[in-house]
């Protein structure tokens, strides 16, 4: 019998890499897809970081007509999709165009899909809920941890819920993704290390799930090789070409990886801490990372040792066995390196919330497919080992 397992993979949308591309390119993918008047989705930090400049310089010359939406929150809430629909509306835009991280880009994928379909954000969560296809977006991520650009679907926290919801479905994918690595140089090299390893647990879940296939493992492996190369060095100086591309590129790489096969507890856990306590994905993510890694290391079949050999770890000589916890321990060298809190407590988060954090984990489909079999008390336990 055949261990690899059946699969199916599409990966549709355009993606263009290149040094200036936000200020060279834009305008003629606009038009490429008809459009001339558009809502330009973004946040307060790319705003006042002065990163819209050249984009809207080339929207002017172009003849596009544009009106910006920066009022885009960590975790955007239902609300933030809202205003920016009601925006797009009066304007009557025929894309949306994002620039920024995650938060930006889940908005703009939720807007385009307001704008098409109306109704209250909520009656679309899950797979396919939607009737009509989005209206067109365009990508361009600001930071080199999301890989927003390239899924089919948006989170967005309903507050009232403390939930973070994720709306899915073919439709949902961008048309076009700009990755321009020229824009890097004014991060934070906080969020360079926290959205770096926000792409590097989105590749080694992608890698090590249940339903991981052979075109996803190609995808995640050279992700995690690329960040073990370049993270440090883009966390030390962000303006260095060759590191923001090479995370560019891992951070598009494990997003397409899992927009195809998913992913696993982590993120399973890292929404919750979202929705109750406001914790930055990527962080949530950076810091649960090694606890999962942990705890799915007794259904490693050998990709722990490949994971380890990706990050440096000299484990040519070891069984898989032995060379297994090298892996996490090259991901806590990695996450202590680049300035990783150690803990969730530093952000606030109590032990009081665990229940009905893990209870809303354990709803997401993520755990149904991570490696190691995950009962309620699992991640109970999980959680107060990381705060």
């Known amino acids: 019998m055949s261990t690899i397992k059946d699969f199916s993979y599409s990966h549709p949308i355009k993606t263009v890499l290149e040094a200036g591309a936000l200020k060279n390119r834009l305008v003629d993918e606009i038009k490429a897809l008809n459009a001339d008047k558009i809502l330009l989705v973004t946040d307060p930090g790319v705003l006042n970081a002065g990163l819209l400049n050249d984009a809207e310089v080339a929207l002017k010359n172009g003849g596009i007509t544009y009106k910006v939406f920066a009022d885009v929150e960590p975790n955007p809430r239902t609300d933030s999709c809202y205003r920016g629909y009601e925006m797009a509306q009066e304007m009557e835009a025929g894309l949306i165009v994002a620039i920024g991280g995650g938060s930006p880009i889940d908005v703009a994928k939720a807007i385009a899909l307001l704008m098409t379909n109306g109704g209250d954000l909520e009656s679309y969560e899950g797979p396919e809920k939607y009737k009509n296809a989005p209206l067109p977006t365009i990508c361009v991520p600001t930071t080199s941890g999301t890989g927003s650009e390239t899924t089919a679907m948006t989170v967005i926290t309903v507050k009232a819920r403390n939930y973070k919801m994720t709306i899915l479905g073919k439709n949902m994918l961008p048309n076009v993704a700009l990755l321009d690595p020229s824009i890097f140089g004014k991060m934070p090299p906080f969020i360079a290390a926290s959205t770096g390893m926000d792409a590097l647990t989105h590749a080694i879940e992608s890698y090590t799930n249940l339903i991981a296939n052979p075109f996803t493992d190609a995808y995640g492996v050279e992700a995690i090789r690329l960040i073990g190369k370049y993270l440090r060095h883009f966390v030390a100086q962000a303006s260095d070409l060759e590191a923001a591309t090479g995370m560019l590129v891992a951070s598009n790489l494990a997003g397409i990886a899992f927009g195809q096969v998913r992913l696993g507890n982590c993120h399973a856990m890292a929404h919750p801490l979202g929705g109750f306590f406001d914790v930055p994905h990527g962080v949530a993510n950076s810091i649960l990372l090694p606890h999962t890694m942990k705890y799915n290391m007794l259904a ?70 991570n490696p190691r079999c995950t009962k309620l008390a699992d991640i109970e336990a999980l959680y107060r080992g990381a705060i």
């Open 300 to 369: 490693d079949h050998g990709k722990y040792k490949v994971i380890a050999q990706l990050l440096g770890e000299d484990v040519s000589r070891m069984t898989d066995l032995e060379a297994a916890p090298y892996a996490v321990e090259a991901v806590e060298k990695l996450s202590k390196d680049i300035g990783i809190p150690e803990n969730l407590g530093l952000y606030g988060v109590t032990q009081d919330k665990i229940p009905q954090m893990s209870k809303d984990a354990m709803l997401s489909g993520n755990i149904k497919i």
